[in-house]
């Protein structure tokens, strides 16, 4: 695996502590420092067991802290108005619930709504994202919300209406720093989905039924690798099919990820260590890598003979690097390299 970034960790302590607060009725400022301070030693406490993102804590020190605390605290005054309009965002404090479970009859799609509130002759639902809630490589000046984030509030419209048999008046991505979207819908397009999450789940379970010996093939017929979804992703390490595109793509932006041969490790001036590797795959470079903390990467000894490297930081020089805040080392056992 590979760690979380800070945005991630500041998203879910952003998104507990507004959960709590609406929760509990908070309406005071000294109630939200409380909520979050809550929200803060929870997520330490979790990052605190992960030897790849202690070196996170405290999340205070972290780049993006302050404002996405004071974005969470205009939020939270908003969502303690008694504002009733549907311009307010969000809703009526007295006639929301937050965190709805909601699923199909047979249980096989389902997910949680972050809050559903009461409006004029029916019921709104809010879906909150820690990050921005429009796609900034569309083109034009027309402001257009990320398509995954679109089909995802449009099938909580399924789903409610699957538990409710009506469909709700409005549906609406909220971003912590005030923004907001409400997004069109239709009966139609929203059951559409639905019935493709059936289908693709069907498909899933199809091709994992399909087991054999040889589960790489399995593996690969699932993945869709790409430069986007890999670069986000956690599991690039275990991940064949992602180390395949890349050497069939090797002109994508593909993540700075190396694995190769060690052929020096050394200590530098300032205690920290730099290794120089030639790469597993091609083309076949001496990658270096400067800058690693020792006490972050228990797999840079001097037993080791092979590495793989996540999320490194590029240099000025060519095929130079140095360590990031995700940055991670595994070791590699012979038979994999």
Same mark, same amino acid.
């Given at each position: 695996?590979?760690?979380?970034?800070?945005?991630?960790?500041?998203?879910n302590?952003?998104?507990?502590?507004?959960?709590?607060?609406?929760? =509990?009725?908070?309406?005071?400022?000294?109630?939200?420092?409380?909520?979050?301070?809550?929200?803060?030693?929870?997520?330490?406490?979790?990052?605190?067991q992960?030897? @790849?993102?202690?070196?996170?804590?405290?999340?205070?020190?972290?780049?993006?802290?302050?404002?996405?605390?004071?974005?969470?605290?205009?939020?939270?005054?908003?969502?303690?108005?008694?504002e009733?309009?549907?311009?307010?965002?969000? @809703?009526? !404090?007295?006639?929301?619930?937050?965190?709805?479970? /909601?699923?199909?009859?047979?249980?096989?799609?389902?997910?949680?709504?972050?809050?559903?509130?009461?409006?004029?002759?029916?019921?709104?639902?809010?879906?909150?994202?820690?990050?921005?809630?429009?796609?900034?490589t569309?083109?034009?000046?027309?402001k257009v919300?990320?398509?995954?984030?679109?089909?995802?509030?449009?099938?909580?419209?399924?789903l409610?209406?699957?538990?409710?048999?009506?469909?709700?008046? /409005?549906?609406?991505?909220?971003? /912590?720093?005030?923004?907001?979207?409400?997004?069109?819908?239709?009966?139609?397009?929203? #059951?559409?989905?639905?019935?493709e999450?059936?289908?693709?789940?069907?498909?899933?379970?199809?091709?994992?039924?399909?087991?054999?010996?040889?589960?790489?093939?399995?593996?690969?017929?699932?993945?869709?690798?790409?430069?986007?979804?890999?670069?986000?992703?956690?599991?690039?390490?275990?991940?064949?099919?992602?180390?395949?595109?890349?050497?069939?793509?090797?002109?994508?932006?593909?993540? @700075?990820?190396?694995c190769?041969?060690?052929?020096?490790?050394?200590?530098?001036?300032?205690?920290?260590? #730099?290794?120089?590797?030639?790469?597993?795959?091609?083309?076949?470079?001496?990658?270096?890598?400067?800058g690693?903390?020792?006490?972050?990467?228990?797999? /840079?000894?001097?037993? !080791?003979?092979?590495?793989?490297?996540f999320?490194?930081?590029?240099? =000025?020089?060519?095929h130079?690097?140095?360590?990031?805040?995700?940055?991670?080392?595994?070791?590699?056992?012979?038979?994999?390299?």
């Amino acid at each position: 695996m590979l760690p979380s970034g800070p945005a991630q960790h500041l998203g879910n302590i952003a998104h507990k502590t507004l959960k709590e607060s609406c929760r =509990k009725g908070m309406q005071l400022d000294e109630c939200f420092e409380i909520a979050w301070q809550m929200s803060v030693q929870e997520e330490e406490a979790k990052i605190g067991q992960s030897w @790849f993102e202690k070196h996170l804590i405290p999340i205070k020190n972290q780049q993006g802290y302050d404002e996405k605390k004071e974005q969470c605290r205009v939020l939270f005054k908003k969502a303690s108005s008694l504002e009733p309009t549907l311009e307010a965002a969000p @809703f009526r !404090s007295a006639k929301r619930r937050h965190e709805v479970w /909601l699923d199909t009859e047979d249980g096989r799609v389902g997910g949680y709504v972050d809050e559903i509130a009461k409006v004029d002759r029916g019921e709104a639902l809010i879906d909150y994202k820690s990050g921005k809630i429009f796609d900034e490589t569309a083109k034009g000046t027309t402001k257009v919300p990320n398509e995954h984030d679109l089909k995802q509030v449009k099938l909580y419209a399924a789903l409610y209406f699957c538990n409710y048999k009506v469909w709700p008046k /409005l549906i609406r991505l909220a971003s /912590l720093d005030g923004s907001y979207v409400d997004v069109p819908f239709t009966a139609e397009e929203c #059951l559409l989905l639905l019935v493709e999450s059936y289908q693709l789940l069907a498909d899933v379970n199809t091709i994992i039924g399909e087991l054999t010996p040889d589960n790489s093939a399995i593996v690969s017929e699932l993945s869709m690798p790409s430069a986007k979804s890999c670069t986000k992703c956690s599991y690039r390490p275990c991940c064949a099919p992602y180390w395949a595109a890349r050497t069939e793509l090797p002109a994508e932006p593909w993540p @700075f990820d190396f694995c190769g041969k060690i052929i020096e490790l050394k200590e530098l001036g300032n205690k920290s260590l #730099l290794v120089k590797l030639i790469q597993k795959n091609e083309p076949a470079e001496t990658i270096t890598i400067r800058g690693l903390t020792p006490d972050r990467h228990p797999a /840079l000894t001097e037993e !080791s003979e092979f590495l793989a490297f996540f999320s490194a930081l590029p240099d =000025k020089a060519p095929h130079a690097y140095h360590e990031g805040k995700l940055t991670t080392v595994y070791s590699l056992p012979r038979e994999l390299t």
